[in-house]
Nanobody
């Protein structure tokens, strides 16, 4: 059974950095895309960043220039480096992996940015 295990969330001050990791427990074949999303209470889950099969990345306008998504194919792990964090980045962050046949989500990790 495939599980996505996220880590790296926590409490950080404004301007600080965090690095989120999402490791795959099990095997996923033919990965099309890996990504990070976030959600705050009462709001819809929103895309933060994605990296597709060929390596092209995409970012929400609100995080461009501050966040970087990367992956380690050998470890089936996706990362999100978050710099210059702002209070509005506070959310539960979820990783997502889409293969040809399935769509997997992690359990979420809380990121809190204090001012």
């Amino acid at each position: 059974q495939v599980q996505l295990v996220e880590s790296g969330g926590g409490l950080v001050q404004v301007g600080g950095s965090l690095r989120l990791s999402c490791a795959v427990s099990g095997s996923i074949f033919n990965i099309n895309a890996m990504g990070w999303y976030r959600q705050t209470p009462g709001k819809q889950r929103e895309l933060v960043a994605t990296i597709i099969r060929g390596g092209t990345t995409n970012y929400a306008d609100s995080v461009k220039g501050r966040f970087t998504i990367s992956r380690d194919n050998a470890k089936n792990t996706v990362y999100l480096q978050m710099n210059s964090l702002k209070p509005e980045d506070t959310a539960v962050y979820y990783c997502r992996i889409i293969s040809f046949s399935d769509d997997y989500w992690g359990q979420g990790t809380q990121v809190t940015v204090s001012s």
